[in-house]
Structure formats: structure tokens, C-alpha cells
């Protein structure tokens, strides 16, 4: 196809394929966007393509869903990816939401349909498959013209605003034009650039899981409602990030929680803390409502993962809820405080993390087939003190994300000490009394690390640990790690299963020094944070080389992972834990992202 | 002088066909399309448009003319013939791709026989209609219109 042909929009002086200058300032142009029309009629693969390309746009076309997907694998390969996809719904030999999805799945990047049926439910279909438009045919160039904000849209995401988000924000008020000639304004906005691999173009922040604990710690200690990106950022202290990641974390992150209450069947409360104790529980109707999202993203999205651990359960049995309240009354659904008021810890949070990522894969195991239904008792390297309870709630605390997501109040599991968990059922009704319940005592885990790394797709969870001599430390070359060490006691007086309370997760002291108070982050919190990040790499298993598909990316890139049961075997068997199975770092950002596109 | 008459000529025969129904502004803004960049658009489109309703008149009279017509396959020739007719701005035939579509849901062969019967007839004055217009246009550009 031809090139977009710069030479007839006289006035574009930054016109161009490349043209990132970098930096927040510069003029922006779409000129040069890669596009690719995927549609089985010739005619209307010519009209839209001339369309195109008379906004600028660099075109290719295919008449089929398989070509089209083939173009795309090729160019995802040679790191010259488009930057946007206008499909057609009804074709022959593939349909369109199919391909939608498995562009979704694999390669991130926007995709447009275009149908010449407006039916209500055709262009439902689309967005719950995840279009970012959806276009009625006969289509008019000047709805092709803006497509670019779908690019941008996406890519200030994935940067966290790699230039200023507010004014990513107000691309579209800024009077850019493009009716006959370009103008435009002196005004920065993000660069449309080509110059790196696959969807995402730039140097991508990583949001992992100990980087967005921190920021849902952060985020909790000012109050969800009121904080904001600067002083989230001094709290994080996290070196390289700036205002302008956080502020696109933020923003995501706060429709997540939104998107979580409605997922909860909105218990009518207002605000992200109610969205947070519907939570709690209409634990069913999310159970359901993420089964249905699953099934529809299919078994390799992340958002089915999630939903995995939503329907596996994991209601917060009693004071380990999620956004338990703090001394502080504050409750927020992000709040990784283990079950408990009282101090906890990052490593808490940790641990919990990586209980969680088990379950997760267990849930997911559980979600295709691959294994019964219920959980199996994980094997954890590092001991939980009997009577100390692990559920997914916490475990999703621990990871920050929002616990409207935990739903069926089916399981959690009864540290036995030996690292094995048996498991609870608990009431649903137990919760919310629970809620107020005062923390059991929080002793300082030793400083353990479980550096979550995880893929989208019924995952494989990597775990970095950085362990106490006390315990036997996990290696990357698959040693399996040994039962850790407590022996069961007896649960702490007063908790029964079943009756959903929580004394919280013991771990064993050894570490470093004491457990800063939680929520009050201070310092000694923030500065365990680094050093177990910074300590626990040689435990690292996951490098991006080493991902099953072979493929190699920044961040987290969803694509058909481990589907197959037979790796989910491998994942789960404790055995083989932290054997070489590549594992890719889970991406928060990128989650969100998924979860709010995938809906 | 000859120009401009010809210019003149070829919007009087748009608004005409406009008028008709035969062509709706889709067409209008598809000769906008036409560019240094792309020379030779309208007469690329209007080929193909052409060929490919021949050809799609064609496959429906044989397959509604069987004994028992795979409906679904009519329909999907149906859809696709609409969609083209829409994308092109081929008013008249695109309304009628519309009926026949119903038709077709209904499985009344009888009607979706007329029905194709007029797309070919319809099809028929857009042919020469556009012949016309491409007459004109090629008149407007050797005279150095663009």
C-alpha cells in the first residue's frame, strides 16, 4: 500500500513517521500511523484505505482475519508493528470479534470495528470484546481522522504519561485540525512514535507488583479520594518514576476501583470504599460477573486470571478483609494491610502476595478444567504460623489490587505451619463483623520478599524470596523448597474455622527488624521495600528471555501463555515451584489496563 | 471555458443522480478522495464497484435459482453486496440489498428473485450513469482539472 504521503499536508512542520522528540513539549501530528483495514470487501477495504490515507495514514491492508494476523505476527517480529486496526465484524473466514480478541490477547494494540449493522447488541459485542470504537459503515473520512486518539489514548496508558497525561488528556481540545491542510497548535501532547517494539513503543514503566504495593500504600496513607500524584510519588520513592507515571496509575487504578463496584453489582454505596465493602459481600455476583468476563476474555487474559481467583473465593474472613480498617478508620480496597488494624508490613503484604499468586494459579487450574474444583494446600518456603490464615483477599491486598475483585467467600486456607494450608469455608455473613475486628499481633515476618512475577494466562507464578537463614532458601535452578518450619500449633483461641476470623499472618520473626506500623508508611517500611527489592534479585527467575512464546518484551505483554494443563501441573507442584519456568513479570499497570479494556 | 462547462456538466449530472436516489453523498465524498496522491481513484472505485456487482447479480440469480438456495449463503452475498453498495454510495442498490436481505430471512425465493432482478435492472442505469460521469471526468482532466 501506498505510504502515507506527507508531502500533501503542507503545513505539518513536525510531520512524520518518527516524530518523537521526546519530552513533554513538541507539536504533535498523527501523520504517519500505521493502520491496517482488515476487510473481506474489496470495496470497502479501497474506500477506506484512499480514506485513510488522505488523513495521513500509513496503510496495509488483508481481506482476511488470518492474513491480517499473520501481517501482524510478522511485523510484531520485525519490531515494525502498526499502530491500529480497523476490522470489519462480518467475515468469512474469520469472524471479526475473533480476530478482535486475538489481537487483544497477543499483541495490544487498538482495534476499530467497523460494521455496516449498528445493531445495539453488534456494537455491545465490540465493546465488551474490546474495541476501542466501533464504526458504522458507510464510514466518513472524518471519523477515520481522529482513530489516532485511540493510539495516543493507549500509549499515555502504558507510559504512565510518558509526556504530560494532562495534556494527553486534552489532546483533543487543543484544536488540532485537519480539515484540508493541517493546523496546529503549539501545544505539547504525546509524540506518535515508531521507533521501538510491538504495541507499545517506548521504554514502558513497569508497574510491578512491590511498585504498586508501594503505591496502594501510598495511596491508602493519604486517603484514596485525596491523593494525589506529587505526594504519592514522595511517599513511593521510587527512583526514575515520575509525577506523570503516577498520575496514569492513579487514574487507572481509581477506575478500576470504580469499574470493581460495578462488577460488585454497585451496593449503592458511593465512593471507592463502598465500592469496596460491596465488595465484601455480593461476593456471588462477582463471582459470577467474573466467570462471564473470563469466559468471554478467554483462559489466557489476565483479566480471566483474576477472575480465576474470584471464582476459586476467597472472601475476607473476618478481620483480614480487604481495606480492613485501620486505626485510622481508613478503609481502602487497596489497602494490603493483612486482615488487620494493627501494623503490618511490606513483607506481610509479600508473602500474602505470593499466596495469592498460587491460588491464583490453583483458581485458574480450577477455572480450565485442569484440576478439581478447591484448593490444594500450597507449599509455602517460608512458614505462616498456625492458626494464621492466607485467602486470596489478602493475598490480593497484598498485591494492591483491589479486593472488589475477591469475591466468593469460598476459600482461604489455615496455616498448619508446616506450610500447608487446609482449607475454610467461610460465611459470608461473618465478614462485615469481622471487619472490626482488632488485629491479633503482627509480628515482624522476617524480611521475606516474594517478588510476584506473572503472566496473563493461567499463570505460572514466579516468586522471588529472599529468606532468613532460618529457612531454606528458594533457588532458581528448581530445587524445591522445603516445608518451612513452624510446626502447627493449635489456631489461636477463639478463631474457629468457618467462623471467619483472622488473626492474620504470623510470620516468623528473624528478619530485620521491627514491622513498621501500618498504614503510617514510615520510613523503615519503605526502606524495607527497597532493600527487599533490591536484595531478592538473584532470585529472579523470571527474565524477559525466557518467556514460553519466545517472545521478548518489556513488560508484560498478554499473549496464549500456559493454556495447557500439563504446565499448569508443572506450575502448581510445589516440586517444581521454582523450577526454570520462565516466568514474566506481572505488569500492574498493565492489568488495570486489561481489566478496564476487557469489561 | 471548456473546462468549467465540463466541470458544470459533471455536478449537474450529480445533483441529478443525487436527485434520484441513484447515488447518495458517499459517492460525493469519494471523488473527494481523489488526490495527486491518488490520481486515479475514482476511476479505480468505479471499476470495481462495476466488477463486483456483476459478478455478486450474478452468483444470486444462480444460487436463488436453485431448488432449495442455501440461504445463508445468499445472505452472506446479500450483506457483502450492501456493504459495498453503501461504501460506494450506490443509493438505490443499497435500499434494495436491504429488502432483499428480509427476503432472504424470510426465505421467500420468490421475492428475493425479483428482488435481484431489480438490483440488475438498478444496477443498470447506475452503469450508465456512471459512464457518464467518468466520460466527463476524463474530459476534466485532460483539460487539466484535477
Same mark, same amino acid.
Given at each position: 500500500?501506498?505510504?502515507? =504521503? =506527507?508531502?500533501?499536508?503542507?503545513?505539518?512542520?513536525?510531520?512524520?513517521?518518527?516524530?518523537?522528540?521526546?519530552?513533554?513539549?513538541?507539536?504533535?501530528?498523527?501523520?504517519?500511523?500505521?493502520?491496517?483495514?482488515? =476487510?473481506?470487501?474489496?470495496?470497502?477495504?479501497?474506500?477506506?484505505?484512499?480514506?485513510?490515507?488522505?488523513?495521513?495514514?500509513?496503510?496495509?491492508?488483508?481481506?482476511?482475519?488470518?492474513?491480517?494476523?499473520?501481517?501482524?505476527?510478522?511485523?510484531?517480529?520485525?519490531?515494525?508493528?502498526?499502530?491500529?486496526?480497523?476490522?470489519?465484524?462480518?467475515?468469512?473466514?474469520?469472524?471479526?470479534?475473533?480476530?478482535?480478541?486475538?489481537?487483544?490477547?497477543?499483541?495490544?494494540?487498538? #482495534?476499530?470495528?467497523?460494521?455496516?449493522?449498528?445493531?445495539?447488541?453488534?456494537?455491545?459485542?465490540?465493546?465488551?470484546?474490546? &474495541?476501542?470504537?466501533?464504526?458504522?459503515?458507510?464510514?466518513?473520512?472524518?471519523?477515520?481522522?481522529?482513530?489516532?486518539?485511540?493510539?495516543?489514548?493507549?500509549?499515555?496508558?502504558?507510559?504512565?504519561?510518558?509526556?504530560?497525561?494532562?495534556?494527553?488528556?486534552?489532546?483533543?481540545?487543543?484544536?488540532?485540525?485537519?480539515?484540508?491542510?493541517?493546523?496546529?497548535?503549539?501545544?505539547?501532547?504525546?509524540?506518535?512514535?515508531?521507533?521501538?517494539?510491538?504495541?507499545?513503543?517506548?521504554?514502558?514503566?513497569?508497574?510491578?507488583?512491590?511498585? +504498586?504495593?508501594?503505591?496502594?500504600?501510598?495511596?491508602?496513607?493519604?486517603?484514596?479520594?485525596?491523593?494525589?500524584?506529587?505526594?504519592?510519588?514522595?511517599?513511593?520513592?521510587?527512583?526514575?518514576?515520575?509525577?506523570?507515571?503516577?498520575?496514569?496509575?492513579?487514574?487507572?487504578?481509581?477506575?478500576?476501583?470504580?469499574?470493581?463496584?460495578?462488577?460488585?453489582?454497585?451496593?449503592?454505596?458511593?465512593?471507592?470504599?463502598?465500592?469496596?465493602?460491596?465488595?465484601?459481600?455480593?461476593?456471588?455476583?462477582? &463471582?459470577?460477573?467474573?466467570?462471564?468476563?473470563?469466559?468471554?476474555?478467554?483462559?489466557?487474559? #489476565?483479566?480471566?486470571?483474576?477472575?480465576?481467583?474470584?471464582?476459586?473465593?476467597?472472601?475476607?474472613?473476618?478481620?483480614?478483609?480487604?481495606?480492613?480498617?485501620?486505626?485510622?478508620?481508613?478503609? +481502602?480496597?487497596?489497602?494490603?494491610?493483612?486482615?488487620?488494624?494493627?501494623?503490618?508490613?511490606?513483607? +506481610?503484604?509479600?508473602?500474602?502476595?505470593?499466596?495469592?499468586?498460587?491460588?491464583?494459579?490453583? /483458581?485458574?487450574?480450577? /477455572?480450565?478444567?485442569?484440576? @478439581?474444583?478447591? !484448593?490444594?494446600?500450597?507449599?509455602?518456603?517460608?512458614?505462616?504460623?498456625?492458626?494464621?490464615? !492466607?485467602?486470596?483477599?489478602?493475598?490480593?491486598?497484598?498485591?494492591?489490587?483491589?479486593?472488589?475483585?475477591?469475591?466468593?467467600?469460598?476459600?482461604?486456607?489455615?496455616?498448619?505451619?508446616?506450610?500447608?494450608?487446609?482449607? !475454610?469455608?467461610?460465611?459470608?455473613?461473618?465478614?462485615?463483623?469481622?471487619?472490626?475486628?482488632?488485629?491479633?499481633?503482627?509480628?515482624?515476618?522476617?524480611?521475606?520478599?516474594?517478588?510476584?512475577?506473572?503472566?496473563?494466562?493461567?499463570?505460572?507464578?514466579?516468586?522471588?524470596?529472599?529468606?532468613?537463614?532460618?529457612?531454606?532458601?528458594?533457588?532458581?535452578?528448581?530445587? %524445591?523448597?522445603?516445608?518451612?518450619?513452624?510446626?502447627?500449633?493449635?489456631? @489461636?483461641?477463639?478463631?474457629?474455622?468457618?467462623?471467619?476470623?483472622?488473626?492474620?499472618?504470623?510470620?516468623?520473626?528473624?528478619?530485620?527488624?521491627?514491622?513498621?506500623?501500618?498504614?503510617?508508611?514510615?520510613?523503615?517500611?519503605?526502606?524495607?521495600?527497597?532493600?527487599?527489592?533490591?536484595?531478592?534479585?538473584?532470585?529472579?527467575?523470571?527474565?524477559?528471555?525466557?518467556? %514460553?512464546?519466545? +517472545?521478548?518484551?518489556?513488560?508484560?505483554?498478554?499473549?496464549?501463555?500456559?493454556?495447557?494443563?500439563?504446565?499448569?501441573?508443572?506450575?502448581?507442584?510445589?516440586?517444581?515451584?521454582?523450577?526454570?519456568? @520462565?516466568?514474566?513479570?506481572?505488569?500492574?499497570?498493565?492489568?488495570?489496563?486489561?481489566?478496564?479494556?476487557?469489561? | 471555458?471548456?473546462?468549467?462547462?465540463?466541470?458544470?456538466?459533471?455536478?449537474?449530472?450529480?445533483?441529478?443522480?443525487?436527485?434520484?436516489?441513484?447515488?447518495?453523498?458517499?459517492?460525493?465524498?469519494?471523488?473527494?478522495?481523489?488526490?495527486?496522491?491518488?490520481?486515479?481513484?475514482?476511476?479505480? #472505485?468505479?471499476?470495481?464497484?462495476?466488477?463486483?456487482?456483476?459478478?455478486?447479480?450474478?452468483?444470486?440469480?444462480?444460487?436463488?435459482?436453485?431448488? &432449495?438456495?442455501?440461504?445463508?449463503?445468499?445472505?452472506?452475498?446479500?450483506?457483502?453486496?450492501?456493504?459495498?453498495?453503501?461504501?460506494?454510495?450506490?443509493?438505490?442498490?443499497?435500499?434494495?440489498?436491504?429488502?432483499?436481505?428480509?427476503?432472504?430471512?424470510?426465505?421467500?425465493?420468490?421475492?428475493?428473485?425479483?428482488?435481484?432482478?431489480?438490483?440488475?435492472?438498478?444496477?443498470?442505469?447506475?452503469?450508465?450513469?456512471?459512464?457518464?460521469?467518468?466520460?466527463?471526468?476524463?474530459?476534466?482532466?485532460?483539460?487539466?482539472?484535477?
Amino acid at each position: 500500500m501506498d505510504a502515507g =504521503d =506527507d508531502g500533501s499536508s503542507g503545513d505539518n512542520a513536525n510531520a512524520g513517521a518518527a516524530c518523537s522528540s521526546g519530552g513533554d513539549s513538541g507539536l504533535f501530528s498523527p501523520s504517519g500511523l500505521r493502520v491496517l483495514v482488515v =476487510d473481506d470487501d474489496p470495496m470497502c477495504l479501497k474506500v477506506v484505505s484512499a480514506m485513510l490515507q488522505r488523513c495521513n495514514y500509513e496503510v496495509d491492508t488483508r481481506s482476511s482475519g488470518q492474513d491480517a494476523l499473520l501481517l501482524l505476527r510478522d511485523r510484531q517480529e520485525q519490531n515494525h508493528q502498526f499502530d491500529l486496526v480497523l476490522s470489519d465484524v462480518y467475515m468469512p473466514d474469520m469472524d471479526g470479534f475473533k480476530l478482535l480478541e486475538l489481537i487483544g490477547l497477543e499483541l495490544d494494540l487498538p #482495534v476499530i470495528m467497523m460494521s455496516s449493522n449498528g445493531d445495539t447488541d453488534v456494537v455491545l459485542r465490540g465493546v465488551t470484546h474490546g &474495541a476501542v470504537d466501533f464504526l458504522i459503515k458507510p464510514v466518513r473520512v472524518e471519523e477515520l481522522r481522529n482513530v489516532w486518539q485511540h493510539v495516543v489514548r493507549r500509549r499515555s496508558l502504558h507510559t504512565g504519561g510518558r509526556s504530560s497525561d494532562e495534556h494527553s488528556n486534552q489532546g483533543d481540545e487543543q484544536g488540532l485540525t485537519h480539515q484540508g491542510g493541517v493546523k496546529r497548535k503549539e501545544s505539547e501532547t504525546i509524540q506518535v512514535q515508531h521507533d521501538t517494539q510491538g504495541g507499545s513503543k517506548k521504554p514502558r514503566v513497569v508497574w510491578s507488583v512491590e511498585m +504498586h504495593q508501594q503505591f496502594v500504600d501510598a495511596v491508602s496513607q493519604l486517603g484514596v479520594d485525596k491523593a494525589v500524584p506529587k505526594r504519592i510519588l514522595d511517599l513511593m520513592n521510587v527512583d526514575g518514576l515520575t509525577r506523570e507515571n503516577v498520575a496514569s496509575h492513579l487514574q487507572k487504578y481509581r477506575l478500576y476501583l470504580k469499574r470493581a463496584q460495578g462488577l460488585q453489582g454497585g451496593k449503592g454505596g458511593k465512593g471507592q470504599k463502598a465500592s469496596h465493602d460491596a465488595a465484601l459481600v455480593d461476593s456471588s455476583a462477582a &463471582a459470577a460477573a467474573a466467570a462471564a468476563a473470563a469466559a468471554q476474555a478467554g483462559p489466557n487474559s #489476565v483479566f480471566a486470571q483474576v477472575a480465576a481467583q474470584q471464582a476459586a473465593g476467597g472472601a475476607a474472613p473476618g478481620g483480614m478483609g480487604p481495606g480492613m480498617s485501620s486505626p485510622q478508620g481508613m478503609m +481502602h480496597p487497596g489497602m494490603a494491610v493483612l486482615g488487620m488494624a494493627g501494623p503490618t508490613s511490606a513483607a +506481610h503484604h509479600m508473602a500474602a502476595a505470593w499466596q495469592q499468586q498460587h491460588m491464583a494459579m490453583q /483458581a485458574a487450574a480450577a /477455572a480450565s478444567g485442569a484440576l @478439581p474444583a478447591g !484448593m490444594h494446600p500450597a507449599v509455602l518456603p517460608f512458614p505462616l504460623p498456625p492458626g494464621a490464615v !492466607m485467602t486470596q483477599h489478602m493475598a490480593a491486598m497484598a498485591a494492591g489490587m483491589p479486593v472488589g475483585l475477591v469475591g466468593a467467600p469460598a476459600m482461604a486456607a489455615i496455616s498448619d505451619g508446616n506450610g500447608g494450608f487446609t482449607p !475454610m469455608v467461610f460465611p459470608q455473613q461473618q465478614q462485615e463483623q469481622q471487619h472490626q475486628q482488632s488485629p491479633q499481633q503482627v509480628q515482624q515476618p522476617q524480611q521475606q520478599q516474594q517478588q510476584q512475577q506473572q503472566q496473563a494466562g493461567p499463570g505460572i507464578a514466579n516468586a522471588d524470596l529472599q529468606q532468613s537463614p532460618s529457612h531454606t532458601a528458594a533457588v532458581p535452578d528448581g530445587t %524445591p523448597v522445603p516445608s518451612p518450619v513452624q510446626p502447627p500449633q493449635v489456631q @489461636p483461641p477463639g478463631q474457629q474455622p468457618g467462623s471467619a476470623v483472622l488473626s492474620g499472618v504470623k510470620l516468623e520473626p528473624g528478619g530485620t527488624g521491627v514491622a513498621p506500623a501500618f498504614p503510617g508508611l514510615n520510613d523503615s517500611a519503605m526502606t524495607a521495600h527497597h532493600d527487599l527489592m533490591s536484595s531478592s534479585r538473584h532470585l529472579s527467575l523470571s527474565d524477559s528471555a525466557a518467556l %514460553p512464546n519466545g +517472545h521478548q518484551h518489556d513488560g508484560l505483554k498478554i499473549h496464549g501463555g500456559l493454556g495447557d494443563t500439563e504446565s499448569l501441573m508443572d506450575a502448581l507442584n510445589p516440586d517444581s515451584f521454582l523450577a526454570d519456568v @520462565p516466568l514474566p513479570r506481572l505488569d500492574m499497570d498493565d492489568f488495570l489496563d486489561s481489566f478496564l479494556s476487557s469489561e | 471555458m471548456a473546462a468549467a462547462a465540463v466541470e458544470q456538466a459533471i455536478q449537474q449530472l450529480l445533483q441529478q443522480s443525487v436527485h434520484e436516489g441513484l447515488l447518495d453523498d458517499q459517492f460525493l465524498q469519494l471523488i473527494q478522495l481523489q488526490d495527486e496522491s491518488n490520481p486515479d481513484f475514482v476511476a479505480e #472505485v468505479v471499476e470495481l464497484y462495476f466488477e463486483d456487482s456483476a459478478s455478486k447479480i450474478e452468483m444470486l440469480q444462480q444460487k436463488l435459482a436453485e431448488a &432449495a438456495p442455501s440461504y445463508s449463503q445468499v445472505d452472506a452475498l446479500v450483506h457483502q453486496f450492501k456493504g459495498s453498495s453503501a461504501s460506494f454510495g450506490a443509493h438505490t442498490m443499497a435500499l434494495l440489498c436491504v429488502q432483499l436481505r428480509d427476503a432472504c430471512h424470510a426465505h421467500n425465493q420468490g421475492v428475493c428473485q425479483q428482488l435481484v432482478l431489480q438490483l440488475r435492472d438498478s444496477f443498470a442505469v447506475l452503469k450508465t450513469r456512471l459512464e457518464q460521469f467518468m466520460a466527463l471526468e476524463t474530459q476534466r482532466k485532460q483539460l487539466g482539472g484535477s
